[in-house]
């Protein structure tokens, strides 16, 4: 992180949603809602293998969320601060960037508008182009298609709409999400490797 050198080159990220992909998210009537607070926070088992893997790679893991909760006043932002205070001790995350409007507040930052992508990118001076975004939800996978990632949705067959626009992957898990990547970056490198030679 140090080294100039690394930091004046553009950097690929993985750009996460948190509830769903990196947590367990808590679904009633079949839609997704976060912890509560610490109590129902839950790390999803593949998470820490799977954002290990994609550190190894050299990827920047970066965590957009919507938390309108706050918004509506059934969360405060401190909880939602302790709740990225664990999730960041317990695993390889550079960073969190957090919307917590709600759709009326017309703001650029909640999902699908793609103004945490874009904060997060100029922050970290990430190419979102050769960057990925992983999401469970519609909103998601927009926000990272109108950034200009490649998006990978992990399908958790909840009660509303998927993708408007087909995701370059439909998944079942992080894991799959990461596994994915891994094999595209072996097949950039080994085009790469031919291009050379």
Request: glycine share 10%; proline share 7%; charged share 25%.
């Amino acid at each position: 992180m140090g080294d100039s050198s690394l930091s004046a080159a553009p950097r690929r990220a993985v750009f996460l949603d948190r509830d769903g992909v990196i947590n367990r998210a808590l679904v009633r009537d079949g839609r997704p809602y976060p912890p509560a607070g610490l109590a129902e926070l839950e790390i999803l088992p593949d998470a820490p293998g799977a954002l290990a893997e994609l550190k190894k790679l050299g990827f920047l893991l970066l965590v957009i969320t919507n938390q309108p909760d706050v918004a509506r006043g059934a969360q405060s932002r401190a909880t939602v601060e302790a709740i990225h205070a664990a999730l960041g001790s317990a695993l390889p995350l550079d960073d969190f960037f957090v919307c917590c409007h709600d759709d009326a507040d017309g703001c650029d930052c909640r999902k699908p508008k793609p103004g945490l992508l874009l904060r997060a990118a100029a922050r970290h001076g990430v190419q979102l182009t050769s960057s990925f975004l992983i999401g469970d939800r519609w909103r998601d996978i927009e926000a990272g298609q109108r950034a200009g990632c490649i998006t990978l949705w992990i399908d958790r067959g909840y009660a509303e709409p998927g993708p408007s626009l087909p995701p370059a992957a439909r998944v079942e898990s992080l894991g799959e999400a990461a596994a994915w990547i891994i094999r595209r970056m072996g097949r950039e490198r080994e085009q790469e490797r031919e291009i050379r030679s």
